[in-house]
């Protein structure tokens, strides 16, 4: 930063001194003759980042103040980056979920429906109302002629895999909860009675 008389200095605009104007100071000699000092920034804290600290800038000493944020806005943020971390393994997951899962060499759907459908094709073989075989698609669009065991087996399948991709985002999640938010203030122990 430049300084000049005790104040800021923005040496790359144009301005009039002592009736000259100038149309910038980037010159070492200009600066000298004018008495246009460089200071370097002041160092952040150690424990700086732009996520934690306000930095402000100011046109008189000290020209650089960082200022921590208040532990409600700490928390705030970081609950946010939590969410959105949480939304990202979310939308990993659905992603999981529409990709379906591999059975009997075949790719299957694995949405809420087509479980549904499944188990419906199940209860009406249970019923009697369905018998022989059924005509089910696959997600690469084929048509494939299942016997009621391996239309169970096809549930099984994809009820196991969307047991284990939720699972494994419910785990992540939970490691993020886990953490906890190191912002919260942590309520000192209770003083021992007499």
């Known amino acids: 930063m430049f300084i000049r008389n005790g104040v800021r200095f923005n040496i790359y605009a144009t301005q ?20 246009i000092t460089e200071e370097p920034d002041p160092a952040p804290p150690e424990d700086y980042s732009e996520d934690t600290y306000y930095r402000i800038e100011q046109d008189e000493a000290p020209y650089v103040v960082y200022t921590m944020k208040s532990t409600e806005q700490l928390v705030a943020m970081y609950d946010g980056k939590i969410r959105a971390q949480k939304d990202i393994i979310n939308s990993e997951r659905d992603s ?5 899962v591999l059975h009997n060499d075949k790719l299957w759907h694995c949405d809420d429906r087509f479980l549904i459908e499944l188990i419906g094709m199940i209860m009406g073989y249970q019923a009697g109302i369905y018998t022989g075989t059924q005509l089910i698609r696959t997600k690469e669009n084929t048509i494939e002629t299942l016997t009621l065991p391996q239309i169970m087996a096809l549930a099984s399948a994809v009820g196991a895999h969307r047991k284990t991709v939720y699972a494994n985002s419910w785990a992540v999640k939970d490691a993020l909860d886990a953490a906890g938010n190191p912002y919260i203030p942590v309520d000192p122990p209770p003083e021992p009675g007499p």
């Not at 000259?20 to 004018?34: I, K, M, Q």
């Not at 999981?96 to 379906?100: D, Q, S, Y």
């Open 16 to 35: 009039t001194i002592d009736d000259v104007t100038y149309g910038d100071f980037t010159s070492p000699e200009l600066r000298a003759a004018l008495n």
């Open 96 to 100: 999981a979920m529409i990709e379906g």
